[in-house]
């Protein structure tokens, strides 16, 4: 009679799997709660100490580890290993269905402790299902409740499920495994502080397979961090429109990190990773006003962000324009009613209500990873200094804080020229930074007079306050650190301009 080992955590749809595999004439065998749970619907189950000989130990810590299972587990179906395990009493087993302690669900909940976290590492489960699943050609190896209908399926047509599909079993147990491993690995390497460990595994699961990627010829998928920031866009629920692109994720996880900055209401125009427009005010409505007026042609086909929820007013304004995405808290029904009138434009919520939590940031590189800290570098965290005669009014030091916010999120090389309401002008990802600062004065236009500039680093000579002096500028604020911070200063003084160094530098590559 050939044998099926159940023991499962999940047991979703394991009772009825149980029920097809007893009726196609497997005997059972199965531990602790699983055990109880198919012989309370009426299947014949052995447990497993009547296989191992030997009872469940040190609180349940120790019931499989025993050649009477691993035995049955990875012999080959040859003579020689046939004889071996005949000699020593052990029967092969056919099926093992088996799904881990939930070591993820356990260190996700708030309050955990580290003795509850422990506990919860599945040591037996792993060990059996990496030895099925090395064995594959002769056992079937399931842990994925997805897979039960497939493998009785087969078993009812062919008498047996097929080396193909006990492989690609094999191979899904042996990614499970991995992942568990990882997200092990990741929680002690935390407990203890390790900051550079000698290797690091990061684990993801698939959220949706995309049309393409950044190009229509380039194949991709989007992957989310099951542990992750559910202040993301990774664990953002959509409402409504079309599947979200590659570069509508990249775009929105943009929008999202530069909202995450701002207490106040705001509105985030994205196009393309840079900010094309931030505005803030007293509520959605009149920062979005702000956001669109500082560059009402770059917004077109744009994502919007807000961190206050949208109303009817604001929607209506928003449906005036073509945007791909708009994400906020949340939509009243009535601007949920104008809104989904647009078949296609893609409308998500985050729980801007859950706590900021700061992930490592990654960045694949051919044959490696790059890994750092997220930018979460404030101005309350800087080294705040005026260099200058003059000091900044209390209006330039609005208008300061908020170009300080915005060039953060910027491609470098970077300049922002605003004022205390919303953004005026961006010059990104330029390859000098006078360059850059002549972009965003000549989008702002006459609006720079009396108006703000940030730069993203430090001034490497004068031209660029003297860019700013002639367009109007009356405040920068900056890194400093420069051989040269010198002529910037006295070019400043110069013209007047109220001059801040922060200390800090905000690349963004």
């Not at 099951?226 to 692109?245: D, N, R, Y």
Request: proline share 3%.
């Amino acid at each position: 009679m050939k044998r099926a080992l159940i023991s499962v955590s999940d047991k979703t749809g394991v009772v009825d799997f149980a029920k097809e595999l007893s009726q196609l004439g497997f005997e059972i065998i199965s531990t602790g709660g699983t055990k109880k749970a198919l012989e309370n619907s009426g299947i014949d189950v052995i447990g497993v100490e009547e296989i191992t000989g030997f009872p469940e130990i040190l609180e349940g810590r120790l019931k499989t580890l025993h050649p009477n299972v691993h035995g049955g587990l990875l012999a080959k179906r040859i003579p020689e290993h046939e004889t071996q395990i005949q000699e020593h009493g052990i029967s092969p087993i056919d099926i093992v269905c088996v799904n881990l302690y939930p070591f993820q669900q356990t260190i996700a909940k708030k309050d955990v402790t580290e003795e509850e976290a422990i506990e919860n590492i599945d040591i037996g489960g792993p060990t059996m299902l990496r030895a099925a699943a090395k064995n594959f050609e002769y056992v079937t190896v399931v842990v994925d409740a997805n897979d039960y209908a497939n493998v009785v399926a087969e078993l009812k047509e062919q008498g047996k499920v097929s080396t193909e599909t006990n492989k690609a079993l094999a191979a899904k147990v042996f990614r499970h495994t991995a992942a568990y491993d990882a997200q092990i690995a990741a929680y002690m390497t935390n407990l203890v502080g390790e900051e550079n460990p000698e290797k690091v595994t990061y684990t993801y699961e698939l959220k949706q397979t995309l049309r393409y990627g950044e190009n229509p010829h380039q194949k991709a998928s989007f992957y989310k961090d099951a542990l992750g920031s559910s202040f993301s866009i990774a664990h953002a629920t959509q409402l409504h429109g079309k599947e979200l692109s590659y570069n509508n994720i990249h775009d929105a996880d943009a929008a999202l990190q530069m909202v995450k900055d701002f207490d106040e209401p705001v509105a985030v125009a994205v196009k393309h990773m840079n900010p094309c427009g931030i505005g803030v005010g007293g509520s959605a409505f009149e920062a979005f006003k702000k956001a669109y007026e500082a560059d009402s042609k770059s917004i077109f086909g744009g994502i919007i962000a807000f961190n206050r929820p949208v109303d009817k007013e604001t929607a209506q304004l928003l449906h005036e324009i073509f945007l791909e995405i708009v994400i906020a808290p949340s939509f009243t029904q009535e601007a949920l009613e104008i809104l989904t009138t647009k078949k296609n434009i893609r409308l998500l919520t985050v729980p801007f209500t859950e706590e900021k939590k700061t992930e490592k940031v990654l960045t694949s590189v051919e044959g490696g990873l790059l890994i750092q800290d997220q930018d979460t570098y404030t101005l309350t965290n800087a080294s705040v200094k005026v260099v200058t005669k003059r000091e900044p009014s209390e209006q330039e030091w609005e208008a300061l804080k908020l170009a300080w916010k915005v060039v953060k999120h910027v491609k470098s090389n970077a300049i922002v020229v605003s004022n205390h309401e919303r953004t005026l002008g961006i010059g990104a990802g330029q390859m000098n930074r006078v360059g850059a600062a002549e972009i965003a004065l000549t989008q702002a236009g006459e609006l720079a007079k009396g108006a703000v500039l940030s730069s993203d680093a430090f001034f490497p000579m004068d031209d660029t306050v003297e860019a700013a002096a002639k367009a109007g500028i009356t405040a920068i604020i900056q890194p400093g650190g420069s051989i040269r911070d010198e002529d910037s200063i006295k070019k400043a003084d110069e013209y007047g301009i109220a001059m801040v160094f922060t200390g800090i530098r905000h690349f963004k590559h």
